[in-house]
């Protein structure tokens, strides 16, 4: 994937990686394994949206900061992902499970960071967005395989007020429960995460809410950047 690729074809290309990443070969893993990337994952049920916008804002930031991560937007709402698996309870008749081709992309020692984003349902995340964690419970049970990866979340309401930092303390719940380590938006606001307001379907008129994904996008890559650094020099 480009590293200055723009918003519209960061989130038209997400569906062509995931293609590429279900294949899995061996030769796309060495591949990826050079190029540290960060990964922002839209958990609305709704592509292309709000939510999705504001992760583009997000990774966009990331390669900003540092142009060497590549960065890849994921589209949950393009995969089946049934949370019943999450308590050893069977796919129902006709069902189907593509929480697997996750793994393989998320899973990749080369994903070095992971942003999650959710629209705000009722003062929480969405349903799509909890089936989604619920089942990364695998990668704990897998010997804790997204530890130490950098963890940033952003959630989008509707109201400027709409429960977004709630939302967002859920979701960095989860994600300490895989050991990995999790960033707010970092200076100059320091807060809890990126917290976006939709107006007409759109995050365009939310300064502030773009100010806070851009700030999360570059705290995520900072972190990446000085973990990659001393993994280098073995510190
Ligand atoms: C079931 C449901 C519940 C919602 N609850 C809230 C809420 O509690 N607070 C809020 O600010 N917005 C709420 N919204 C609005 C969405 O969070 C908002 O439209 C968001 O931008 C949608 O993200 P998307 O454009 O990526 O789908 C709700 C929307 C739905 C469908």
Known sequence: MSHSMGRREMIG????????????????????????????INSSPRKGKTTAAALTVCLEAVQELDPKLD?????????????????????????????????????????????????????????????????????????FKLRNKVGGVLAVGSARNGGQELTIRSIQTA????????????????RIGATLWNQNDSIAEDAFGTDTAKNLGRRVAELARMFASAEATNV
């Not at 290309?13 to 990337?37: D, F, H, I, P, T």
């Not at 890849?72 to 499970?97: R, V």
């Not at 994600?175 to 320091?190: F, K, N, R, T, Y």
């Open 175 to 190: 994600l300490m429960c895989q050991d990995m380590i999790i960033v707010g938006d970092g200076q100059p606001s320091a």
């Open 71 to 143: 960065v890849e937007l994921i589209e949950l709402a393009d995969f089946s992902i049934p949370a019943q698996l999450a308590a050893g309870q069977p796919l129902k008749a006709g069902e189907a499970d593509d929480f697997p081709k996750l793994v393989e992309r998320l899973g990749d020692p080369a994903v070095v960071g992971i942003i999650v984003g959710s629209p705000v349902y009722f003062g929480n995340m969405s349903a799509l967005c909890k089936a989604f964690l619920d089942r990364c419970g695998a990668f704990r049970s897998d010997g």
């Open 13 to 40: 290309a997400a569906g062509a990686a995931m293609v590429a990443g279900a294949l899995g070969s061996g030769a796309v893993a060495q591949e990826s394994k050079a190029q540290r990337k960060v990964i922002g």
